[in-house]
């Protein structure tokens, strides 16, 4: 099975906040990642949050870090029809990047 | 800066022809190196990954093979195409570890 978990979709209204959730195993992951993915393209880096915080924001991204619960979560504020793609959260275990299957956001008007 | 270019963007091969994708960092130097592959409606699973030259960690028993032959390239191969292979394809690279960046991927059709 996954050792990143993820919901495979999530549906929201443009100009609403969308939340994207992930849970990880490994308590000693030092970086842990969420990248989106457009149709037919590779992985874009968003944005990334070392595990020693506990909040990173940049524009309309934020991140949220619960260690004690594993839990890592992307919000997008102001979510925009671009911002539909496939999110990936992952964790990085020593020199090994473990990803989720991946979370569709689908922005509807 | 660093860039990671892979190729072929895309091809379509028989079932038992023989497959390389190609990889090549620029901009860096002892990079590891990872080859992904993204099957349809599924997640990244991890096939192969470098240290260094030479060194090929293979993370799934499959059809397929990794390369090493220079410290910035990485090449996936298949002596006999599988049906199964088909996919997306994937290189990836990090080099003081905090930070994975990937190539543009490959799309692999078996028929």
């Known amino acids: 099975g996954e050792d990143v978990e993820q919901s495979l979709f999530l549906s929201v209204r443009e100009g609403d906040s969308s939340v994207i959730n992930c849970t990880y195993t490994d308590s000693s992951s030092t970086y842990l990642y969420w990248y989106k993915q457009e149709p037919g393209a590779g992985l874009q880096l968003l944005t990334y949050i070392f595990s020693n915080m506990d909040m990173k924001q940049d524009q309309r991204l934020t991140v949220l870090l619960n260690k004690k619960d594993k839990h890592l979560s992307l919000r997008i504020a102001d979510t925009q029809t671009g911002d539909s793609a496939i999110y990936f959260c992952a964790e990085m275990r020593s020199y090994i990047p473990t990803f989720g299957r991946g979370t569709s956001l689908i922005v509807h008007p | ?111």
Do not use: M
Request: charge should be neutral.
């Open chain 2, 1 to 111: 800066s660093q860039t990671i270019h892979q190729w072929p963007a895309t091809l379509v091969q028989p079932v038992g022809s023989p497959l390389s994708l190609e990889c090549t960092v620029e901009g860096t130097s002892n990079p590891n190196l990872y080859w992904y592959r993204q099957a349809a409606g599924r997640g990244l699973q991890l096939l192969f990954y470098s240290v260094g030259i030479g060194q090929i960690s293979s993370e799934v028993p499959q059809n397929l093979s990794a390369s090493r032959p220079q410290d910035r390239q990485f090449i996936l191969s298949s002596k006999k195409l599988l049906l199964s292979d088909s996919g997306f394809y994937l290189c990836a690279w990090t080099s003081s570890g905090n930070t994975i960046y990937f190539g543009e991927g490959s799309w692999l059709t078996v028929v």
